[in-house]
């Protein structure tokens, strides 16, 4: 069967660029610019993360003063005045933090991020501790793995666990992270099974099967292609 997925520990950077809950603005901006960051998490005691600051938190100072200006004042929220006229990380901060966990699978970040419409996420222990950081780079590295490892992976264990009898006769071909299956096979109700768990293998961008079945009694080709 296909190993174990990779997990955010895999992947995240355990260096992060991060904030205590009363930094200033200045000190938020200064920072997001120094380490070309766009957002960061708010700590708090130890390290347990208590929010996120982003540069849209820090965007509503400058929106409310073009308000102030136009006369209008009619558009920002009342929440986003309140983060307009805050001074802190603590008043400036999205909370709770949208964050993950170390064990979590890149699927499972990969959701969060899409879901909560987020670039990053802080990954934390059971008790909030930042561990390190995820972001949409770290969840792609994946896709660099080269093509020989996942051919080796794909005849060690899909091939050579659904087709014990036929995996002499089975190709496997991957270029590009596109793995492609040539060969027959006695069951050809196997290859939607096949091509499943090759998807699920990290670093495969696609499946391309081209399976032959084969008579069980002429051994002759039953014309089913897929």
């Known amino acids: 069967m296909p190993e174990t997925p990779h997990i955010v520990s895999d992947v995240m950077s355990q260096t992060v660029v991060a904030v205590g809950r009363d930094a200033p603005f ?5 920072t997001m610019e120094e380490w070309k960051v766009s957002a960061m998490p708010v700590l708090e005691g130890e390290g347990r993360v208590i929010g ?3 540069e849209a938190d820090l965007l509503f100072k400058e929106e409310f003063h073009e308000e102030q200006q136009s006369l209008s004042g009619q558009r920002l929220r009342l929440s986003d005045v309140a983060k307009a006229g805050a001074t802190t990380a603590a008043e400036l ?10 064990d979590a699978t890149l699927a499972q970040a990969a959701r969060i991020m899409a879901v909560r419409h987020v670039k990053r996420l802080p990954v934390v222990d059971d008790l909030g501790m930042l561990e390190g950081i995820v972001s949409r780079a770290d ?14 992976e794909v005849r060690r264990t899909v091939v050579s666990y659904l087709f014990p009898a036929f995996s002499h006769a089975i190709h496997v071909t991957v270029h590009e992270g ?6 027959h096979i006695r069951d050809t109700s196997l290859i939607s099974v096949a091509v499943r768990l090759v ?28």
């Open 139 to 152: 969840l792609l590295k994946v896709f660099l793995r080269p093509d020989d490892d996942i051919e080796e």
């Open 93 to 102: 901060m999205s909370t709770p933090a949208i964050t993950v966990h170390p």
């Open 52 to 54: 996120v600051v982003s």
């Open 199 to 226: 998807r699920a293998i990290e670093g495969v961008v696609d499946v391309e099967p081209q399976l032959t079945g084969e008579s069980a009694d002429t051994g002759g080709p039953e014309g089913h292609t897929t």
């Open 26 to 30: 200045k000190e938020i901006v200064q």
């Open 178 to 183: 596109v793995v492609t299956l040539r060969g």
